[in-house]
């Protein structure tokens, strides 16, 4: 099946610091998500990128399809960033919607 | 608009006893995945449900493992004879459509069994 591996697998970031998510995956895929995991493990759904680039707020998401991979990206860190960051894919040959998870990026922002 | 709501957040079970977890998904939504996350973990998908239909159970442990989403109600995942490394947190999300794009993740339930 397709593979997801995401790093760093953690960092520790400075408050306002920026830095950069990395996310390889193993086949084409019809879906990518970003999503956080805040420290009391609710999950936010932070971006649906299959392809392109976008941008809400201090965050942004890249996916290079072609390359098999996605980069979000986090400006100007504040401590409420921190928490675990997955990155999600639904493969090209899936038609149920089912998404393979890395196994994540934990992020610590210290004031 | 409630989103996905699953109950209980936390459940404590003794070895052996039955888990009962409950997920009711966005109003309109007639599609439940369940996903379970050991600690320290990724989330692994276990069952695709639509209404009164298992579409995709790959994930599902071929035992003392159930799922089920009626007509009416909650879907609910069930753990026979719960063993301590059942311990995990399970998600369930809901999505109007197939295709994981609409997806909205509930806050979980956190299984310890003792």
């Known amino acids: 099946g397709i593979q997801v591996e995401q790093s760093p697998p953690d960092l520790i970031l400075q408050e306002g610091a920026n830095s950069t998510l990395r996310c390889n995956f193993s086949d084409s895929v019809n879906n990518l998500q970003w999503f956080h995991q805040n420290p009391w493990g609710q999950l936010i759904n932070l971006f649906y990128i299959p392809s392109g680039t976008k941008q809400n707020g201090r965050l942004s998401a890249t996916t290079v399809a072609t390359e098999r991979y996605s980069l979000l990206y986090i400006s100007s860190s504040q401590t409420t960033d921190s928490g675990v960051y997955f990155c999600a894919v639904e493969g090209a040959a899936s038609n149920t919607g089912k998404l393979i998870f890395g196994q994540g990026t934990t992020l610590q922002v210290k004031p | 608009n409630a989103g996905v709501m699953q109950n209980p957040r936390h459940l404590v079970r003794r070895r052996g006893q039955e888990a009962r977890l409950r997920c009711s998904p966005v109003k309109g939504h007639s599609h439940v995945y369940w996903y379970r996350q050991l600690p320290e973990e990724g989330l692994k998908f276990m069952v695709y449900?639509?209404?009164?239909?298992?579409?995709?159970e790959s994930g599902m442990p071929k035992e003392r493992f159930s799922a089920e989403f009626p007509k009416e109600g909650p879907s609910i995942l069930r753990i026979q004879q719960v063993v301590r490394g059942d311990s995990a947190a399970y998600f369930c999300?809901?999505?109007?459509?197939?295709?994981?794009?609409?997806?909205?993740f509930g806050s979980g339930t956190r299984l310890t069994v003792v």
């Open positions: 999300a809901s999505s109007q459509g197939q295709g994981a794009r609409g997806y909205t």
């Open positions: 449900l639509q209404k009164e239909n298992i579409i995709d």
